[in-house]
């Protein structure tokens, strides 16, 4: 955005009494809360007397963090390119398209969550420290969110393909291993470690079986009377069939040869095969899907999501999507053991495998700080058409509901309102009410940003906020005194009461200084001067001028003529213009006709016939002597013109 981000500053009020104690509140712009407050800190009890503190409680304090702004901006063009694809593709094509723009919206989650991350290791201060940190967590349980909404709700993968979404998910969002790996394989002798067949196990729960093997082959190097077993569960690894995304098998195949796998893990197990090596046999075990084994390492796993998509792969990879929902919430009992509650990323998790959309929307709006969220989701939920029965009881449905709510929170920041018309755009029922509603509160602080919101009600035929915003423009222009910006901005809003005032004010300038100030503004009115009679007069007045200057005398005293005896100057004005006329009645060759200077000389004695133009007369002699050289000069010039119109021109 344009405008410069900086914080508001702490505003003293003075000359207040600081006898008497007292807390006032008062809603302020942009939905902020004010805080009138004489209580101060022992530090500060000496410090400006009678001068309470101002503070200011912002209803969404999370536009105001720099992270978070970038997530705003970053969306605002992956939503409005969404909005545009006005041409929405059928079926498979249809259905990748979305996904993609899902996982755009994903990747601005995480590059915001990886700047926090690096706020939160450079900054030396605690609190920004554990601020920045609050930040990664929470940008961290929504792309948890998101992606398995994208799962459930938007790539609706059949069973099979399902599982490996959810391994994926896993993967992507449980990653302490990769930190365990690399302590691992930076010891010579790896599978000596400590922490070796831990990062075995995690890799085995996590169903990354080549990752696991090639670890199995350092335990194998590295301890000879243990070749044979790592031979044999390597040989398990390799042969366990997984279904793939990419597969033609079908799921009878699939759980056919499932079932002779799981056969002959049994049958190793039964055997002994593993007995002298307590490692392998937990891992024979786990592909055995044996969940009290697993449950044992809820430690690795450290999430109950991570356990049920464990207990997934090697007890139900065939799962289907309306049979998760049993196994999400056992999985969860399981897990917990009833040691502790359910948190809130726990319900929300459990309601989309749940597939119950309006649930999800419905806690994330609880737990989530702000509307961006649920805003977003919704609106490509929508999309996909999965939010047709939510319509909400007072007329909007949830999608423009929600983005209403996000979009109006937007223009409560300096900056980021303009980010905020798009979202009102594209909600049809209400959108241009709050566009109208909230863009007449936006503070006009400079011209630059006062033409910014004029043209975006140009380009929306707001013709009222349009009228409104000129108008506020033109009077601080006025109390600056710039009467140039101050006519342009009434021209604008088509105010003919306002162009008037300006333009006596035009005028008045000119009877005190001889000039105009201004100039190209008042030579290029063009057909603008007609919106009002003093205006039309300001500009033909300026025109005299200019036909003066070029020696045009003839077609100069024409219009001066015409301007009085159209009487749409000002009263006050008419003896100026008489006075305007005075070079041109001295000059050598007759300019004015003898009908013309009649007319001259009867708008004279209009002005001189008023009652307080007589006393001015009266009491000013240097009135009264412009009055007698007018007089005189029209005398003159009627007799010239008389003797010219009289004579006939020889032949």
């Known amino acids: 955005m344009e405008e410069v981000d900086e914080e508001p500053t702490v505003t003293l009020i003075p000359g207040v009494n600081s006898d008497k104690k007292q807390l006032c509140f008062s809603w302020g712009p942009g939905e902020m809360l004010v805080c009138e407050t004489l209580f101060r800190s022992a530090e500060n009890k000496d410090k400006s007397p009678g001068c309470p503190y101002v503070y200011i409680v912002r209803k969404d304090q999370d536009i105001y963090s720099q992270t978070l702004r970038k997530l705003f901006n970053e969306s605002h063009g992956i939503f409005v390119g969404l909005q545009k694809d006005e041409k929405e593709k059928a079926g498979k094509c249809r259905t990748a398209q979305l996904v993609r723009v899902s996982k755009n919206y994903r990747s601005v989650i995480r590059a915001c969550m990886e700047d926090s991350h690096q706020m939160a290791i450079s900054t030396r201060d605690p609190a920004m420290h554990l601020h920045h940190s609050t930040q990664v967590s929470i940008l961290s349980a929504m792309e948890l969110i998101w992606n398995l909404c994208e799962i459930m709700f938007i790539e609706a993968a059949p069973a ?36 070796f067949w831990n990062v075995v196990t995690i890799f085995v729960l996590q169903g990354r079986m080549d990752e696991a093997r090639q670890l199995l082959s350092k335990e194998a190097n590295a301890n000879p009377t243990s070749v044979n077993m790592c031979k044999i569960l390597d040989e398990l690894m390799k042969k366990m069939p997984v279904p793939s995304l990419n597969s033609i098998q079908t799921l009878t195949e699939l759980e056919l040869k499932w079932q002779h796998w799981h056969e002959e893990c049994q049958r190793f197990l039964k055997d002994g095969t593993f007995a002298s090596n307590p490692h392998m046999e937990t891992l024979c075990k786990i592909l055995l899907g044996d969940e009290k084994t697993i449950l044992e390492k809820k430690d690795l796993m450290t999430t109950w999501y991570h356990f049920l998509v464990t207990r997934l792969l090697y007890c139900h990879p065939t799962v289907k999507h309306v049979e998760l929902h049993v196994y999400a919430q056992s999985s969860l009992d399981l897990f917990l053991g009833g040691e502790s509650s359910p948190e809130p990323l726990d ?20 737990a989530l700080s702000n509307w961006w969220f649920v805003a977003h989701l919704t609106d490509l939920l929508d999309h996909c058409s999965l939010l047709q029965s939510h319509n909400l009881y007072f007329g909007s449905n949830m999608r423009e509901y929600l983005l209403l709510e996000y979009a109006s929170g937007l223009f409560s920041h300096h900056s980021l309102w303009q980010l905020a018309v798009d979202y009102f755009d594209h ?67 088509k105010d003919a009461a306002f162009a008037t005032l300006i333009s006596d004010r035009f005028l008045k300038e000119y009877c005190e200084r001889g000039t105009f100030s201004d100039l190209d503004l008042i030579d290029n009115l063009g057909p603008s001067m007609l919106l009002s009679d003093r205006l039309t007069f300001l500009g033909k007045y300026r025109e005299f001028h200019r036909l003066y200057g070029e020696k045009q005398f003839f077609a100069a005293a024409k219009l001066l003529l015409m301007l009085m005896t159209a009487r749409i100057a000002p009263c006050s004005f008419w003896m100026t213009l008489l006075t305007d006329a005075l070079p041109l009645l001295e000059q050598k060759e007759v300019i004015f006709s003898a009908d013309q200077t009649y007319e001259l000389m009867k708008c004279l004695e209009d002005v001189t016939a008023t009652e307080s133009k007589k006393q001015k007369l009266q009491d000013d002699d240097a009135e009264m002597m412009k009055v007698e050289m007018l007089r005189l000069a029209m005398a003159r010039n009627l007799a010239k013109a008389i003797v010219k119109e009289g004579t006939v021109e020889e032949p």
């Open 347 to 366: 319900s929300i998790l459990l309601a989309a495998f749940e597939f119950d959309i309006h649930q999800v929307i419905k806690e994330c709006s609880i």
């Open 427 to 493: 909600c049809p029922e209400y959108g241009r009410a709050y566009l109208e509603h909230h863009i007449e509160r936006i503070p006009l602080d400079t011209e630059r940003k006062a033409l910014k919101v004029l043209r975006i009600c140009e380009q929306r035929m707001m013709s009222e906020q349009v009228r409104s915003i000129c108008k506020i423009m033109a009077m601080k222009a006025v109390r600056n005194n710039r009467l140039g910006s101050a006519l342009s901005w009434s021209i604008r809003a």
């Open 160 to 195: 099979g393909p399902l599982l490996c979404h959810l391994l994926d998910w896993v993967r992507l969002h449980v990653c302490d291993v990769d930190n365990m790996v690399c302590e691992v394989l930076r010891n010579e002798s790896p599978a000596k470690h400590e922490n």
